[in-house]
């Protein structure tokens, strides 16, 4: 009988994050400006106005 050594990487989990640089907190990102948001509204409505709408011919 042949006894077989099976490697177990979760035995090294405790070490390998020991090793790892901390990951640095995310900063919140601010949205958009509600200038910036009716700037794009006035701008999508010019783009749907300038669409050619089939006939109903």
Same mark, same amino acid.
């Given at each position: 009988?042949? $006894?077989?050594? /099976?490697? *177990?990487?979760?035995? &090294? @989990? +405790? &070490?390998?994050?020991?090793? @790892?640089? +901390? /990951? +640095?907190? %995310?900063?919140?990102?601010?949205?958009? =400006?509600? #200038? %910036? %948001? *009716?700037?794009?509204? /006035?701008?999508?409505?010019?783009? $749907? *106005? =300038? /669409? #050619?709408?089939? =006939? #109903? &011919?």
């Amino acid at each position: 009988m042949t $006894i077989r050594m /099976v490697h *177990d990487p979760t035995r &090294e @989990l +405790p &070490e390998m994050t020991a090793r @790892l640089a +901390p /990951v +640095p907190k %995310l900063a919140p990102v601010p949205g958009p =400006s509600q #200038d %910036l %948001l *009716d700037r794009a509204r /006035v701008g999508w409505e010019r783009f $749907i *106005d =300038s /669409v #050619d709408t089939p =006939s #109903d &011919e």
